[in-house]
């Protein structure tokens, strides 16, 4: 089991340069409220921007770390 949390592991992958979709965030770190993460680091002060993309026919948001 990963002991780090959800908002770490997924500031780590954002970190990274990578966007990062409600889908990736459930698939890569069960995290089902990747809303609800994103705002927790933006309260700890990470500056993170979304933006709406196209996959397939649904429209979703996309976070991506600012630097």
């Known amino acids: 089991m990963n002991t780090r ?6 500031l780590d992958y954002m970190a ?3 966007g990062i979709t409600p889908l990736i965030a459930l698939r890569r770190f ?6 609800a ?3 927790d680091l ?3 002060g990470h ?4 933006r709406r993309v196209t ?7 996309e976070y ?3 630097h």
């Not at 069960?30 to 809303?35: A, D, N």
């Not at 500056?47 to 979304?50: F, G, K, N, S, Y």
């Open 64 to 66: 991506r770390l600012v």
């Open 55 to 61: 996959r397939g026919s649904a429209v979703v948001a």
């Open 30 to 35: 069960g995290c089902f409220r990747l809303g």
């Open 37 to 39: 993460r994103v705002w």
């Open 47 to 50: 500056r993170i921007e979304a």
């Open 16 to 18: 990274t340069g990578k």
């Open 5 to 10: 949390s959800q908002a770490a592991r997924i």
């Open 42 to 44: 933006k309260r700890a």
